[in-house]
């Protein structure tokens, strides 16, 4: 297969990450996920100690949760520094010979002019959505729908801040999924044949 990049756009709580490390384990290829975070943190001189020492000390174990989600996306992930800085790693690690899968961090916008890439965004029900999250979780029904929309807002609103478009908008996407229609190890399958396809000499 030739070099390349997928990138992996989601709503919260249909189990995006479970299937990109399915995905990334059955490619054979490095998943960059909250380590992209780091990268960029590090650059940026932005401290990650205060964020996770704040968790701990003063929250209940849901909001740590949903911090847990939202990591990145405090405001001081808003700064043009912090902007650059994922810009950087991003492209940085694309431009190596090793092909990687990118989880989130408006991957598919920062590659967008880059060949050999895929961007795939994954989506189900709100319902099926609350319904994991409370199985994965032992969330109550409300704490789980209130996580949902907190955390979709905040990635929304970061991805608009970053990129001036909407975070679903069909024109950065190449094929998008219902995780919910096919489940997590089938839609990790179909990605991987459409990798296959569009990548294999």
Known sequence: MKNFNITISREFGCNAREISRILASKLGVELYDKDLVDMAAERA????DVFMDADKIVDSPEEQLTKSFGYGSGTAFYSDKAI????????????KKESAIFFGR???YVLR????????????????????????YQLPERSAQKMIKRIDRQRHNYYKYVT???RGDRNLKHFMIDVHKFGSEKTAEIIYQIAQMEFMD
């Open 106 to 108: 408006c991957a598919d």
């Open 45 to 48: 001189g932005i401290s990650l």
């Open 164 to 166: 001036g478009v909407n």
């Open 84 to 95: 650059q800085a994922q810009v950087e790693v991003i492209r940085e690690i694309a431009n």
């Open 113 to 136: 002019e880059y060949p050999n890439t895929l961007n795939v965004f994954l989506y189900a029900p709100l319902e099926e959505r609350v319904k994991h999250m409370m199985e994965a």
